[in-house]
């Protein structure tokens, strides 16, 4: 009887010791599923998207007037180019999360977003203008907002409809600066903004079209002087392609727009000039 009693003894440390092997496993599968490691990457991806917000931009296509057929395959182009930028800007949403300071996705992303919008919209709007009456006011369906647990609104979805912001301008001065110059002093220590001169390379312009040609080349300049001040004051934020990002590239966006309207205005009373979006791309010089 007495031998018997260390197997049983070894039998029953072997289960209680399996027992708590598997007990174990199953607190690291519990611990794992709690962290979100699941093998469902969709889940993954869900949580993920779910953080940082999406961007919610206004409807445009229920917003425009009757579409000429001259005109629809351009229309219907940019309508597409508007989802698309809003689903980038959903994705750099992600992909940036932790990046830069508290005003990262203001700076970075929905302020580019909207740039990219008024050049987009104002396309519209000049397609639809060359045969039929150019819709105005779109500009005001541009601005998008970032909806902390909404959803994204591109793809034909209205969101509500921000209040517009009144368009910079008016200070007709210093029109005939490439923005070279701007804050230079200032900006030294990082760099300035060097963008292509446009006055300089326009036709001759209709007495008609002056006052907007003149007081949208002074915007040329502000766009460059307000880019040349954000080089500085954020000096040391966002990782290696923020400036690019925040700054450069959303001057670009700016500057597309504001020539389109330079063209524009020339063109209702002129031959209309082309390829002045080759002088929208600008440069950072150290």
Do not use: H, W
């Not at 830069?100 to 000049?126: C, E, S």
């Not at 517009?164 to 005939?176: E, F």
């Amino acid at each position: 009887m007495s031998r018997a009693l260390p197997k049983y003894n070894k039998r029953r440390v072997a289960f209680i010791g399996g027992a708590a092997a598997v007990a174990l496993s199953g607190a690291v599968i519990a611990t794992t599923a709690l962290a979100g490691e699941t093998p469902s990457s969709n889940s993954t991806n869900a949580r993920t998207l779910a953080s940082p917000g999406t961007i919610s931009c206004p409807d445009v296509k229920s917003k425009l007037p009757a579409i000429p057929a001259s005109a629809k395959a351009e229309v219907d182009r940019n309508l597409a180019l508007l989802n698309t930028q809003i689903q980038e800007a959903n994705k750099r949403l992600v992909d940036t999360v932790g990046q830069g300071g508290p005003n990262f996705v203001q700076n970075a992303i929905v302020g580019p977003l909207k740039d990219k919008r008024v050049a987009t919209i104002n396309r519209i709007a000049t397609a639809i203008g060359r045969t039929a009456a150019k819709p105005q006011g779109l500009d005001a369906l541009a601005p998008c907002t970032l909806n902390a647990s909404g959803t994204n609104a591109g793809a034909g979805q209205t969101a509500p409809s921000p209040t517009a912001k009144p368009q910079a301008g008016g200070n007709t001065g210093n029109t005939g600066n490439t923005g070279n110059n701007g804050n230079a002093g200032n900006a030294g220590a990082v760099g300035t903004i060097s963008c292509p001169d446009v006055k300089s390379k326009l036709p001759a312009i209709p007495a008609s079209a002056k006052a907007e040609v003149d007081r949208n080349l002074a915007l040329l300049n502000t766009q460059i002087q307000e880019a040349n001040k954000r080089l500085v004051d954020t000096v040391g934020q966002g990782g290696p392609n923020f400036v690019q990002n925040a700054i450069v590239g959303p001057l670009k966006d700016k500057r597309v727009a504001t020539i389109n309207r330079i063209a524009t205005a020339i063109g209702r009373t002129a031959a209309k000039p082309q390829g002045l979006d080759s002088l929208a791309a600008c440069t950072l010089t150290k």
